[in-house]
């Protein structure tokens, strides 16, 4: 049995860890009510945007002269998996990997495979790979904005026209709620039209001015990456969703580290006592004997 030293020593390790878990738990749900009001106000502007753009790319000729929307064949694909820079969110970023290897093993057999990590875990993690790997953007979480994240989506979309690659797709944590996050794995190059859009386009009449093709042009890039920032945003508030929820689940476990701990001193404190008591019982016992 440990002594008394050794158990209260664990018992103030456990209480200065459980002090750290409830203000990272709190830290984390101030940031999540900031990027949860982002992708809350982010979610209606994206899919009315998108929306728009396949009305009016199905109204007349339909996507066949987009740059963005061509169909090749996938032997040359980019993989975009979004993580966070830091860990302590449980298996936020360990589900981003998972799905990612999973689509190369399954989905993408025999492509060429490029990586372009958004977050430093991610980073960490494929720069030991074989992959190609694009490393000039993982640090976007460092300063989240518009602004820097359209740069790696100019990135995708100017390689996607060169033909660099064929597919792209962004593995991403979907926003649920605080205790759910859904792993997406989904095509941003080339576009994929929703079914329903073909329905809607008909019931909409459009007056495109200057032109449709003017529209086209400058409507299709703005579309993909506010596509490519929601995703972005998704996995932001995800994390700190996850590691709100990780942080309180350590809180409960500390707790209950604690309980035993105390229980365990105060047995080893009375056992302490009782050896005591009887060495002194024995010593006068041998004393009255003489």
Known sequence: MANLKEVKQRINSVISTQQ?????????????RRAQDKIVQMRPYSQKLTTILNNVSAASEGAADIAYAQK???????????????GLCGAFNTNIIKATNAAI??????AEIS?????????EYFKKSSYTLIDAYYGVFHNLTFD??????EFAMNGFVAGDYDQVFLVFNEFKNVATQIVRTEQFLPMAPQESNEVKAAETDYILEPSRSYIIEELVPTSLKIQFYKAVLESNASEHGARMTAMDK???????????????????????ITNEILEIVAGANALAGK
């Open 20 to 32: 750290i878990t409830k203000a990272m738990k709190m830290v984390s749900a101030a940031k999540l």
């Open 72 to 86: 090749r064949e996938g032997k040359k694909v980019l993989l975009v998996p979004v993580t966070s820079d830091k």
């Open 105 to 110: 093993k399954e989905q993408f057999v025999g």
């Open 115 to 123: 990586i372009l990590p958004l977050g430093k875990k991610s980073y």
């Open 148 to 153: 820097v994240v359209k740069e790696a989506a």
């Open 250 to 272: 350590a809180t409960e476990n500390a707790g209950e580290l604690l309980k035993e701990l105390k229980l365990m001193y105060n047995r080893t404190r009375q056992a302490a």
